[in-house]
């Protein structure tokens, strides 16, 4: 068994993927070729965002948007320490601040109760991350954020295909990214990822800066960027699978339905708001024996992993900014007993009964 299943997921769509590839190998368009563009006009269309600029992964879409906001040293950005390293390591990166404020205990997402204590004079905006899939609270987030001019952006990176009072992730915030590595929602076969704005002036700055801070004219560089162009082949990919989303967007609730139900007797099961459409990214319970329960599944060949072990503000990488491990007792918790299933849209019911029967047996 897999804990993703990305070989089940090729063999549906061969057909689709391989002819999508063939084009671009045949055109010999590897760099920015119309397919690229393709897959920005229907990304935009699927999030309701006026622009949607592709790049060369989740982390360089965080990294466009924080150096289109013209994020400078000192500045502080607002985040959660419950994620993967990539949402605040963009902010360091730029020789910024992260300022972590604890999660909520039942979404795991930020908790917009805390953010403004954590608001100085430095404060230039809020980095709110989706994870696992289930939006954070933006209305909150929205209103302190307009009280205190600050930005905010959406880390979508697990979040692509969810909703939040009916508004979809990926235009919730004033820019939001996301993410197209292969094990994500909507994945390529290899590195990619997004940015989406309404907002013209930010899109034209994240463009220019995508390639190496271009002007109108080749070879006019009207500030510095970096590289961070998406692959055609990669754009063709998700051209194949844009397709079928939808529908394993509909499969994700099934099978989480079906775990929800058989688990939550014996195990914390997601909490995702009524408002809220998750698109399980992952599906991560909570439980007491963490360990046990691991090794337990594992001698079952069932497969399972640990989203996140260690919350940001222990990492070494963060050392320097002085938090103690104490300072953040809800993201400390969280990571010491969550593990996740194997959630994948081709998980089929005999593989899910066997998952949900043998973390029931370690319960009896
Ligand atoms: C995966 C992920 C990223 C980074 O995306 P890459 O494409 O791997 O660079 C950023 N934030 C979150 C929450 C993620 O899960």
């Known amino acids: 068994m897999n804990f993703i299943d990305l070989k089940k997921q090729y063999l549906a769509y061969q057909e689709e993927i391989d002819a999508q590839m063939q084009e671009v190998v045949s055109s010999c368009a590897f760099i920015m070729s119309p397919k690229v563009v393709e897959i920005e006009s229907k990304l935009a269309e699927f999030t309701h965002a006026k622009f949607a600029l592709s790049c060369s992964s989740g982390t360089d879409a965080l990294l466009l948007a924080l150096m289109a906001h013209g994020i400078q040293p000192k500045d502080e950005i607002i985040t959660t320490p419950f994620t993967f390293i990539a ?4 902010i360091s990166f730029l020789g910024a601040k ?5 999660i909520d205990p039942g979404t795991y997402n930020i908790d917009p109760s805390h ?5 100085t004079t430095k404060t230039k905006g809020i980095l709110a991350v989706d994870i696992f899939g289930q939006c954070a609270d933006y209305d909150a987030i929205e209103k302190i954020a307009e009280e205190n001019k600050l930005f905010v952006i959406e880390d979508a990176a697990q979040s692509l295909g969810a909703r939040y009072k009916n508004r979809p992730a990926g235009c919730l915030a004033g820019t939001a990214c996301t993410s197209f590595f292969p094990a994500k929602p909507l994945g390529c076969y290899g590195d990619g990822g997004m940015v989406f704005t309404d907002n013209a002036s930010l899109y034209n700055i994240m463009k220019s800066i995508r390639t190496h801070g271009e002007g109108n004219d080749r070879y006019e560089h009207i500030r510095v960027g970096i590289n961070a162009r998406f692959d055609s082949l990669q754009a063709a990919v998700l ?3 844009l ?6 967007i509909a499969k994700r609730q099934t099978i989480a339905q079906c775990y929800d139900e058989q688990l939550h007797k014996y195990v914390t099961t997601p909490s995702v708001l009524d408002h809220n459409l998750s698109v399980y990214a992952q599906y991560s319970i909570q439980v007491n024996d963490r360990d046990s329960l691991q090794a337990h599944l ?3 060949d069932i497969p399972t992993a640990i989203h996140y072990p260690k ?6 990488a963060f050392k320097p900014l002085g938090y103690a491990d104490t300072d953040f007792p809800v993201a400390l918790a969280v990571s010491q007993n969550i593990i996740s299933l194997p959630m994948h849209p081709f998980l089929t019911s005999e593989e899910q009964e066997k998952i ?3 973390v029931i047996s370690f319960y009896n």
């Open 243 to 248: 397709p079928h989303f939808p529908e394993e």
């Open 239 to 241: 051209l194949a699978k």
């Open 87 to 90: 949402s605040s390591e963009v």
């Open 356 to 358: 949900i029967k043998a």
């Open 115 to 119: 953010i403004a204590r954590a608001i």
């Open 298 to 300: 594992r001698k079952k």
């Open 98 to 102: 992260p300022v972590f404020v604890d």
């Open 311 to 316: 919350p940001l503000h222990m990492q070494k």
